[in-house]
């Protein structure tokens, strides 16, 4: 499967963004896709997951409360609405797919480019 991330930018505190990721083939609800960062000078960390049929959803600790994830099998899609934006969310977002549940980022096959989200006032 291919992924393609877009939708980021740059806001102000307090702000939102919603990124959205495309996936090609046929298979998408077959996957689990989740959404990690990458800020500057630091490791790719772990943001939110969802299930095959998203009905099951985990979220960081950072962003619980803030940010919701979403999919829309029918579009092969997955969305990342990012509410109440903070400076330290400033970073690379990556959506990613694996066959299973799972959280560790080498547990995901297929990643998508990435896309800057900038919170800076």
């Known amino acids: 499967v291919q992924l393609q991330a877009f939708g980021g930018g740059s806001v102000q505190p307090g702000g939102s963004l919603r990124l959205s990721c495309a996936a090609s083939?046929?298979?998408?609800?077959?996957?689990?896709m989740a959404w990690f960062r990458q800020a500057p000078g630091k490791e790719r960390e772990f943001v939110t997951v969802?299930?095959?049929?998203?009905?099951?959803?985990y979220y960081a600790d950072s962003v619980k409360g803030r940010f919701t994830i979403s999919r829309d099998n029918a579009k092969n899609t997955v969305y990342l609405q990012m509410n109440s934006l903070k400076p330290e969310d400033t970073a690379v977002y990556y959506c990613?797919?694996?066959?299973?549940?799972?959280?560790?980022?080498?547990?995901?096959?297929?990643w998508g480019q990435g896309t800057q989200v900038t919170v800076s006032s």
């Open positions: 990613a797919a694996a066959s299973r549940w799972s959280l560790p980022s080498y547990e995901y096959d297929y």
């Open positions: 083939g046929r298979t998408f609800s077959s996957y689990v």
């Open positions: 969802i299930s095959w049929r998203g009905d099951s959803t």
